[in-house]
């Protein structure tokens, strides 16, 4: 199956400062990814979705400012958390998809944990 | 978005088969039903789609009724390594992009 990688896996970083979480699909080529946040006990939640070579669309709610999204390439999105506080630690992953048919299925990473102290 | 609904957790026995059913009265008909499974501290892996009737791969099968409001994720005998939470996701038909928005999910608990 499609392979999609998430770097890095965890990652601690201190309050104000910026974090990069870049992720890959590594057997296809992603026409759309996606970028999904999730707290302790909870279920993800859709932040993102970036189509290569476009700006970002953000989910009502998700500061754009701060979760800057880059598509450069079908093959790596990069999410970067601007001047991270407490409150952005959390679990975040992304999700690729290949093609624009409905059918096609979205493939998770295995996630990033961010801790902002 | 089509809103889903699911049990919020079921218990099984290793060896028996579980089956989850999940509502999307409001599915359209452009939208795909998938399920994913997922561990703790993990991505989601997964499971299955179907867009109608039956379709079954070497993990599970996936029962759609042809008014497709509700579709059935059976898992068969199951066992330890089952323990995950299980979502329903239906494909927003409107979207092209395919965005797919989570419910809570059911955590299946398997004992032995």
């Known amino acids: 199956g499609a392979v999609v990688s998430q770097h890095p896996s965890r990652v601690i970083c201190k309050s104000g400062t910026s974090v990069k979480i870049e992720c890959r699909s590594l057997?296809?080529?992603?026409?759309?990814m996606f970028w999904y946040r999730q707290f302790p006990k909870q279920s993800l939640m859709l932040m993102a979705t970036s189509n290569e070579g476009s700006k970002a669309t953000y989910e009502q709610g998700v500061e754009k400012d701060k979760f800057l999204i880059n598509h450069a390439s079908l093959t790596l999105s990069t999410l970067t958390v601007t001047s991270a506080h407490p409150e952005d630690s959390s679990f975040y992953i992304c999700?690729?998809?290949?093609?624009?048919?409905?059918?096609?299925?979205?493939?998770f990473g295995p996630g990033t944990r961010l801790l902002v102290l | 978005l089509a809103k889903t609904t699911q049990p919020i957790s079921m218990d099984s026995y290793e060896g028996q088969e579980v089956n989850i059913t999940c509502s999307h009265n409001?599915?359209?008909?452009?939208?795909?039903i998938t399920w994913y499974q997922q561990f703790p501290s993990q991505g989601p892996r997964f499971i299955i789609q179907?867009?109608?009737t039956k379709v079954t791969n070497e993990v599970a099968s996936l029962f759609i009724p042809a008014d497709r409001k509700s579709s059935t994720l059976s898992l068969p005998r199951v066992s330890l390594s089952d323990t995950a939470v299980y979502y329903c996701l239906v494909g927003d038909g409107t979207d092209s992009w395919g965005k797919l928005q989570f419910g809570a999910g059911t955590q299946v608990v398997v004992t032995p």
């Open positions: 999700s690729a998809r290949a093609g624009t048919s409905l059918a096609e299925t979205q493939y």
């Open positions: 057997d296809f080529q992603a026409t759309t």
């Open positions: 179907g867009y109608k």
């Open positions: 409001n599915i359209a008909t452009n939208d795909y």
